[in-house]
């Protein structure tokens, strides 16, 4: 299947305003574009002015772009396709945990707290829930349980410092306190659990009557790879497009701006799109190229 999807933000600013942001498809999932979705940044004042925009990758292998707002504003566009299976996020029931002490080095960092997962305050109660369910699948689906039966979701709850043990308490809040709180569950469990932000659409599913927005969820170490659970939807979902990975919230903002200034366009699209022989051709092509280089160890 084809996914279009993409973003128009405006901002506005009285003075020079210096931009990261993490809006760009995650390279895991590059070769899978039929379109590419290059950022288009234009001067608010003057749209026939670009802004001139650079790139490079963080810490955690997601796309940053770096610019400089100009005085009056910037809108920030971009629009892509690409292919996607259809599938629904994979499900393995026998999935094991596995031992600190043999975790990949790259997975060590995802059992530590961090600013918006807070271990040492929710370790008790993690243990308390859990540590009597079977390890493995089974036990990061009663943390996923536990989370979306235990929030109430709602845009009109939004609050940019809400911390997991905070929505804990708070029982309330947005996609990203849903997978706040199940991500900081998980690591006092001594399970690797990593924050994750994207496109979703609604496909396969109802139509959801509020406009659309981006996403966030989590992913679990789990048998030596990363599996995608969703604490908010608490279903395998179809159409997943991840932008960034991290410990949580604070490494993936979409934008980091510094400077005053105020949100005045934001839009989001992800949507199904009819298939053509063509961009079939071109994401074949493009999965061959990744699996071959993958094999080689590029």
Known sequence: MQIRYGYRIELVCQQEL?????????????????????????????????????????????ICRRLIAPVGGVSLQAEGIIYDSGEHDPVHPHAGEVPPSRLPEEA???????????????????????GHIEPGWQRIQAVVDFVHNHLTFGYNFARSTRTAAEAFEERVGVCRDFAHLAVALCRCMNIPARYCNGYLGDIGVPKDPAPMDFNAWFEVFLGGRWYTFDARHNEPRIGRVVIARGRDATDV???????????????????????????????TAGRAQHEQSMARGL
């Open 18 to 62: 210096p931009l990261i942001t993490l809006l760009d498809v995650h390279p895991s999932r590059r070769h899978d574009l039929t379109q590419p979705d290059d950022m288009v940044a234009t001067s608010l004042f003057d749209p026939s002015v670009q802004v001139p925009v650079t790139q490079y990758l963080d810490q955690f292998g997601n």
């Open 108 to 130: 060590l960092v995802y059992l530590l707290g961090s600013r918006y997962c807070e271990t040492d305050k929710l370790s008790a109660r993690a243990w308390n829930l859990f």
């Open 253 to 283: 903002a979409m934008l980091n701006s510094f400077g005053p200034h105020g949100l005045q366009r934001f839009e989001v699209i992800t949507e199904e799109v009819e298939e053509t022989a063509p961009d079939l051709a071109m994401a």
